[in-house]
C-alpha cells in the first residue's frame, strides 16, 4: 500500500481557510482532516471532535509535556497542536490528510514531513481581511488589530510554501486548492508507487 500525502494548508486568520478546506473535504472523499487540539473556547456552530478537540490550558500542557504533538503553538494568546500518533498511522494506511495550521505550525510539520504539500491561502486585500474578520463578530478590537499586525508577518513567510491561493472568489479558490491535491496525486513518484504493477506490466 502507498503511502498517504500530507497537505498542510495555512495562511492569517481571516484569509478564509476553513471555507477552502471545508469545500476541498465536499469535493474529495480521499483527504481526511486532521482534527487538531485547541486551549480556546469553542466559536459559535464549533462542535468538539468535529471542528478541534477542546481542551483546557492545564491538558493541552500535559499532553505537551507527554510529548503527544507533532507540533503545537501558541497564537493569539490560544494553544494549538497535532497530534503525531494519529498523523503518522493515518498516512501509512494510505490517507491524504490534510492539516489547517497556523504558520509557526506548517514550519514545524515540514521539518517532520519534508515531502508534505504546503498551500498558503491570501485575501485579496488588507482591506477585505480585515472586513472579514470585523464580521465574524467573535473578537474584540484589540483581537482584531493583534491579528492584522500577525498576518503581515505570516504573509512574509509565504516563500516556505509550495502552493499560493488567493482567496477572492470562493467558487474558483475551492477549485484551486481541489486541483493542488489531485495534480499532487498525479505526479510520477506518487503514481509510480501507486500503480507499480501496471507500469511493470505495460513496459513488458
Known amino acids: 500500500m502507498s503511502k498517504g500525502k500530507l497537505f498542510i494548508v495555512a495562511g ?4 478564509g481557510k476553513a471555507t477552502l478546506v471545508r469545500g476541498l473535504l465536499a469535493a474529495d472523499s480521499r483527504v481526511q482532516l486532521s482534527i487538531s487540539f485547541t486551549s480556546r473556547a ?6 468538539d471532535g468535529r471542528d478541534y478537540h477542546f481542551v483546557t490550558r492545564e491538558a493541552f500542557l500535559a499532553k505537551v ?21 494519529w498523523i503518522t498511522e493515518a498516512m501509512a494506511a494510505g490517507q491524504d490528510i490534510l492539516l489547517e495550521i ?9 521539518r517532520a514531513f519534508d515531502d508534505s504539500v504546503g498551500i498558503f491561502i491570501l485575501p485579496p486585500s488588507s482591506e477585505v481581511l480585515e472586513q472579514r ?3 465574524r463578530g467573535t473578537d474584540s478590537e484589540e483581537a482584531i488589530v493583534r491579528r492584522l499586525a500577525n498576518a503581515r508577518g505570516e504573509i512574509g513567510r509565504l516563500e516556505e510554501f509550495d502552493y499560493a491561493i488567493v482567496n477572492e472568489h ?19 513518484p ?8 501496471l507500469i511493470s506490466s505495460l513496459k513488458g
Request: proline share 3%; glycine share 10%; net charge negative.
Open 170 to 188: 470562493i467558487d474558483q479558490a475551492v477549485r484551486d486548492i481541489v486541483g493542488i491535491v489531485r495534480a499532487e496525486r498525479c505526479r510520477v
Open 102 to 110: 497556523d504558520v509557526q505550525g506548517a514550519q514545524q510539520v515540514r
Open 133 to 135: 474578520l470585523r464580521n
Open 42 to 47: 469553542p466559536r459559535e456552530g464549533e462542535e
Open 12 to 15: 492569517p486568520s481571516g484569509a
Open 190 to 197: 506518487a503514481q509510480a508507487e501507486r500503480h507499480c504493477a
Open 65 to 85: 509535556e507527554h510529548g503527544d504533538f507533532l507540533e503545537h503553538a501558541e497564537v493569539h494568546g490560544n494553544l494549538y497542536g497535532t497530534s503525531q500518533s
